[in-house]
């Protein structure tokens, strides 16, 4: 499988994006789908994570409210609406395939490559 992320660019405090995960197969349909995201000199930390059939999704305390996640299986896509955007949001952001409903990255099966997310203050 592969995973085709998209959607980053700058953006100003307090603006909003959206990030897409383009899947090769529609085989991700059955898989629990998840956005990551790493700032330069911290470690890789969870998003957000979706179910197969998108009615179960997690999102990190520290961005309930602000981050949504959402899918498309029809498209074969995983989206990630981000709002009110802050300069500490700066990252690029990774989508994966998970074997399960987790939140570590140790349970990613397949990763995509990132979009950079860049917020000016």
């Known amino acids: 499988v592969q995973l085709q992320a998209s959607g980053g660019g700058l953006v100003q405090a307090g603006g909003s994006l959206r990030l897409s995960c383009a899947a090769s197969?529609?085989?991700?349909?059955?898989?629990?789908m998840a956005w990551f995201r790493q700032a330069p000199g911290k470690e890789r930390e969870f998003v957000a994570s979706?179910?197969?059939?998108?009615?179960?999704?997690s999102h990190a305390n520290s961005l309930k409210g602000r981050f949504t996640i959402s899918r498309d299986n029809a498209k074969n896509t995983v989206y990630l609406q981000m709002n009110s955007l802050k300069p500490e949001d700066t990252a690029s952001y990774y989508c994966?395939?998970?074997?399960?409903?987790?939140?570590?990255?140790?349970?990613?099966?397949?990763w995509g490559r990132g979009t950079l997310v860049t917020v000016s203050s």
């Open positions: 994966a395939a998970m074997r399960g409903f987790y939140t570590a990255s140790e349970f990613v099966d397949y």
């Open positions: 197969e529609p085989t991700f349909r059955s898989s629990v």
């Open positions: 979706i179910s197969s059939s998108g009615t179960g999704t």
